[in-house]
C-alpha cells in the first residue's frame, strides 16, 4: 500500500498539531486525498449512530481516505465507510454464519492474543455484520469492530480476506496501520 518513507506522512497520530491549512498543503505535496473535517466527521458519525475510535478519526484529520479504485489496497473516505452488512451484506453473511466444527464463540484466551502468536482462525464470527467497512486491501475489507473496545475508546481493527482462514485482528486502527506501513501483512 505505501512505502516505509511516507510513515510519518500517513501515521493516525500525525499533523495532530498542524491546523486544516497546514494539513491541507501537506497532503497536496504528498498526493493525499484532503483531510476531513470535524464537521465532516460528527455528521458521518451520526448517520453510522456511533462515535469512531479516535486514531481512526485523527487518520481522517489527516486524510480522508487513502489509495483509490484502481489499487489493490485502499481505505475509505468518510462519505463511502458503513457498517459491512448494509455495504456487503453477502461477505458478512458469508463470514458469519458458523462453520462446520467451529462453536460459535471463541473464548476470551484464544480471542485476545495478537502479534505474531495470533491465528487468525479464532475470528468472533457473531461480531461480522456489526462491523465497520472502511477499506479493502489484498482481496480482503478492512474492518472496525465496536464490539471490543479498549478503555481509550479505540475499536479493534480487521483484516478479513478469503485467503484467510479468519481474520488478522489488530488492538486498533492504529496499530493496523502501523503493521501494515512496517511491511507486516
Known amino acids: 500500500m505505501s512505502t516505509r518513507n511516507e510513515r510519518s506522512?500517513?501515521?493516525?497520530?500525525?499533523?495532530?498539531?498542524?491546523?486544516?491549512?497546514?494539513?491541507?498543503?501537506?497532503?497536496?505535496?504528498?498526493g493525499l486525498p484532503p483531510p476531513a473535517t470535524e464537521a465532516e466527521i460528527a455528521r458521518h458519525e451520526a448517520r453510522l449512530g456511533t462515535e469512531l475510535p479516535p486514531s481512526y478519526r485523527r487518520?481522517?484529520?489527516?486524510?480522508?481516505?487513502?489509495?483509490?479504485?484502481?489499487?489493490?489496497?485502499r481505505l475509505l473516505g468518510i462519505e463511502e465507510v458503513g457498517w459491512l452488512r448494509d455495504i456487503d451484506p453477502s461477505v458478512a453473511e458469508s463470514w458469519s454464519e458458523p462453520r462446520s466444527g467451529d462453536s460459535w464463540s471463541v473464548?476470551?484466551?484464544?480471542?485476545?492474543?495478537?502479534?505474531?502468536e495470533q491465528d487468525p482462525i479464532h475470528l468472533r464470527r457473531e461480531y461480522v455484520s456489526d462491523t465497520l467497512l472502511i477499506g479493502y486491501w489484498d482481496d480482503?475489507?478492512?474492518?472496525?469492530?465496536?464490539h471490543v473496545k479498549t478503555p481509550e475508546g479505540e475499536w479493534e481493527a480487521w483484516h478479513l480476506a478469503p485467503w484467510l482462514p479468519g481474520a488478522t485482528r489488530y488492538r486498533?486502527?492504529?496499530?493496523?496501520?502501523?503493521?501494515?506501513?512496517g511491511g507486516r501483512s
Open 59 to 73: 487518520f481522517l484529520l489527516s486524510s480522508n481516505g487513502l489509495g483509490n479504485d484502481e489499487e489493490d489496497s
Open 107 to 116: 473464548p476470551d484466551e484464544l480471542y485476545f492474543v495478537y502479534g505474531p
Open 140 to 146: 480482503g475489507v478492512v474492518l472496525l469492530n465496536p
Open 172 to 181: 486498533s486502527f492504529q496499530e493496523l496501520i502501523e503493521d501494515r506501513l
Open 9 to 30: 506522512e500517513l501515521s493516525p497520530a500525525s499533523h495532530q498539531v498542524a491546523g486544516d491549512a497546514d494539513r491541507s498543503a501537506l497532503n497536496a505535496d504528498s
